[in-house]
C-alpha cells in the first residue's frame, strides 16, 4: 500500500455534495461485476454494504440476494444516509451513518466494501474492522495501483496489501481491481481464476 501525491482529502462535506451531483444510479456497475464473478444468490443471512453511497447497489443485491433477510447500508455522508432512507425502493433496509476507521457495532455474515478504502486516511484499521466484523464472507473491491485514478483516492493497492488479514483474493487485470475475500471456503474458486 501506498500513500499518493497530490491527493485531495475530501471530508464529510465533500461527500455530502459529491453524492448530491452523482444523483442515485452510478454505482451499481461494481455491484453488477461481482456477480459476474462470484455468484451472489449464494449468500445467505445478513448483508453490510459498507460505503453504500445512495444505495443503488443495495436495490441490485436485493435482487441479486435472496437468501439474505437482513441488509444493512453505512456511508461516512450523512447525504447519502439521509437520501437511502427516503428512496422507497430501500425502505426495507436498515441505514446508518458510520465511519468504519472506528469498529462497527455489531457482526454481519457477509460484508461488502466497494471502492471505499482507497479514500480513507487509515485503511488498514478500517480493513480490520470489517474483518472483526464478518462472520462469513467478506469482499472487498479497491483499484489495482490506483490505474483507476480519482482525485481523491489516498492509497494505490497491490495484490500484497492486507494479505495478513485475507485468505484468498482475485487479481483482475483487465478491470484494474483487486476483490479481496475472507472466511468463506466457497472462495476456493477465485484462485483458479
Not at 440476494?65 to 432512507?85: L, N, Q, V
Not at 462497527?104 to 474483518?131: F, G, Q
Request: glycine share 4%.
Amino acid at each position: 500500500m501506498k500513500k499518493l501525491k497530490n491527493y485531495v482529502n475530501w471530508v464529510q462535506g465533500d461527500w455530502d455534495s459529491f453524492f448530491h451531483q452523482k444523483g442515485e444510479n452510478w454505482r451499481n456497475k461494481d455491484y453488477r461485476y461481482i456477480n459476474d464473478i462470484f455468484n451472489l444468490s449464494m449468500l445467505e443471512d445478513s448483508l453490510l454494504d459498507v460505503g453504500c453511497a445512495l444505495g443503488d447497489g443495495l436495490i441490485y443485491l436485493r435482487k441479486k440476494c435472496p437468501k439474505i433477510f437482513r441488509f444493512t447500508g453505512i456511508d461516512f455522508s450523512s447525504r447519502a444516509i439521509d437520501t437511502c432512507r427516503n428512496n422507497p425502493e430501500l425502505s426495507e433496509i436498515e441505514f446508518y451513518q458510520h465511519d468504519i476507521t472506528k469498529s462497527l457495532p455489531e457482526k454481519y455474515d457477509n460484508i461488502i466494501c466497494l471502492a471505499t478504502l482507497e479514500h480513507l486516511e487509515d485503511p488498514e484499521t478500517a480493513m480490520k474492522n470489517l474483518v472483526d466484523a464478518t462472520k462469513k464472507l467478506l469482499i472487498i473491491g479497491v483499484p489495482y495501483l490506483n490505474r483507476r485514478p480519482d482525485k481523491n483516492h489516498l492509497w494505490s493497492f497491490d495484490e500484497n496489501d492486507f494479505s495478513d488479514l485475507a485468505d484468498s483474493f482475485y487479481f483482475d487485470k483487465s478491470h484494474k481491481n483487486i476483490w479481496r475475500c475472507t472466511r468463506w471456503e466457497i472462495l476456493d474458486v477465485w484462485k483458479d481464476r
